[in-house]
């Protein structure tokens, strides 16, 4: 099945630094999700854009629907230790049936 | 705040058997859908549901069947389990937005 492209694939880094992640698609979606998954849970939704060109903000995180419908990206400002997971982006292309298409994942640690 | 449960956080069973998993949601959703995550490989769907007896297959549906008898509740089924079926399931519902997730069922297969 398809999977979006999610860069980096890792990140190691320090409480403090700000956090930028991305994904990106040959397909155009009408929605795109990021989705935080702490280890031995279910993934978790973190915030959701729905009009190209949105940016959205969710207390440290922030996120945009770029403007291609192409793509879309996450930050994350002073980040705490707490913010280590998985984070996964999904795609939606507003069928009938409700699909996703996730990325692959990105890994972030972050040292006290 | 919508609440997708799953029946067992762990699970061990042995090559063979015929393995259950069930999840409940409770938020009236029409959508339903299983996958399975393993390191790598990121979250694959299994099958999904979009009404009460309609099923559909996803990108990985050989070994697995699903049963949707009433909205609430999605079960999915591996006939005769084998070792590659060892893996991470998840649930998830969804109306017509995001998809809400369980917390997972750690499947061990013997």
């Known amino acids: 099945g398809q999977q979006l492209n999610q860069s980096p694939q890792s990140m190691f880094i320090q409480e403090g630094e700000d956090v930028s992640m991305n994904c990106t698609s040959s397909s155009i979606f009408n929605t795109w999700l990021w989705y935080k998954q702490d280890p031995g849970e279910g993934p978790v939704l973190l915030i959701a854009?729905?009009?190209?060109?949105e940016l959205t903000s969710n207390g440290r995180l922030t996120a945009q629907f770029g403007i291609t419908r192409k793509d879309s990206f996450l930050n994350i400002s002073a980040s705490i230790p707490s913010d280590v997971g998985i984070y996964f982006c999904a795609g939606q292309d507003g069928g009938a049936t409700n699909k996703l298409i996730f990325g692959t994942g990105t890994l972030l640690a972050v040292q006290p | 705040d919508v609440k997708v449960t799953q029946s067992s956080r762990y699970l061990v069973k042995r090559t063979g058997e015929k393995v259950f998993l069930e999840c409940v949601q409770d938020m009236d959703h029409e959508n339903m859908f299983w996958y399975r995550q393993d390191p790598g490989l990121g979250l694959r769907l299994i099958y999904f549901s979009y009404d009460v007896k309609m099923k559909e297959k996803g990108d990985i549906p050989e070994g697995y069947s699903v049963s949707r008898e009433k909205k609430e509740r999605f079960s999915l089924i591996l006939e005769s389990a084998s070792t590659n079926q060892t893996s991470m399931y998840l649930c998830?519902?969804?109306?017509?937005?995001?998809?809400?997730f369980g917390d997972g069922t750690r499947l061990s297969i013997l």
């Open positions: 998830a519902s969804s109306l017509w937005g995001p998809q809400h």
């Open positions: 854009l729905y009009k190209a060109g």
